[in-house]
């Protein structure tokens, strides 16, 4: 095995392709091709499906790219270490999170002390951002509730209530507050399998013996929010992700106190990558 069949293989899965990895490491797609066979003829392992149009990861292909991110982001620490001249960070911010609400602030920190890195902010519920995260496929995630993991740091970024989510004319103006007993009395909209909002009123529920059911399960809090604005029904949000909807109304529960401690996380592993500590930095001076 060499670094230089561990570098092209990298690149391909990285890329999506031979050609695209060649240019990223400006080679020739022949060489590319060459290394990664020899890989795969060594080991006796195919790596990648090859078709006309597309190359996609086999199960060892997965695996191992798993393992050369973290070995060429290791090589990346290590370059940073020795580059004291380094004067600001340069790269991409890769962020998963339940809602961008919760760290608008420490982005907009972040950007103005490293004007030079580029940040994405991608939206999923608490499974796929962990899978994500171990994955190395984001640096950040933004959680509802306290995650406790052997291979996650998190840092607690308050609790906020859970909501009751309706539009605007749904209920009368003089209904301020709701029993969660009574909402069997109305049509509910959940989240997707995988919600913590969503599991946190499931779990109520099962917790005081309420029978409740949704008529409506959607995936994403964007589209529960356009149903519930349309009227289909009572929603359930955290007060921090509520936002300004001129549409909507967010009504708390007067026999209940649900909650959702929303919990930064990143992976143990990759608590030295010089990016992952730079947002923790901005983090820490608005908490």
């Known amino acids: 095995m060499r670094y230089s069949q561990l570098r092209a293989f990298h690149h391909v899965a990285l890329h999506g392709g031979f050609s695209r990895a060649a240019r990223a490491l400006n080679i020739s797609q022949p060489s590319v091709s060459d290394q990664v066979r020899q890989l795969e003829q060594a080991h006796d392992v195919l790596l990648f499906y090859r078709d006309a149009r597309q190359v996609r990861m086999t199960e060892a292909g997965e695996a191992l790219f798993r393992l050369t991110s973290e070995m060429f982001e290791v090589e990346e620490r290590i370059s940073a270490l020795f580059d004291e001249s380094r004067a600001a960070l340069t790269g991409t911010l890769r962020i998963m999170a339940d809602s961008a609400m919760h760290i608008t602030d420490a982005v907009r920190r972040f950007r103005e002390s490293n004007p030079a890195v580029f940040v994405t902010i991608r939206t999923g519920n608490t499974e796929d ?151 923790l930095k901005a983090v820490q001076s608005i908490l």
């Open 129 to 279: 951002l962990l899978r994500r995260l171990r994955n190395y496929e984001a640096e950040i995630g933004v959680v509802g509730n306290a995650i406790s993991a052997p291979d996650l740091d998190s840092v607690d970024l308050g609790r906020t209530p859970i909501l009751a989510l309706v539009a605007k004319d749904f209920l009368p103006d003089a209904v301020t507050s709701l029993r969660f007993a009574d909402l069997g009395n109305h049509p509910l909209i959940y989240r997707e399998e995988g919600s913590r909002t969503r599991a946190q009123v499931v779990e109520e529920a099962a917790r005081l013996k309420l029978s409740l059911a949704p008529s409506i399960e959607v995936e994403g809090r964007e589209a529960m929010r356009e149903l519930v604005a349309s009227g289909a029904g009572i929603g359930f949000i955290s007060e921090a992700e509520f936002g300004h909807d001129r549409r909507l109304r967010a009504i708390p529960f007067e026999d209940v106190d649900l909650g959702m401690s929303e919990s930064l996380v990143t992976l143990s592993a990759r608590r030295d990558v010089p990016m992952i500590r730079g947002f």
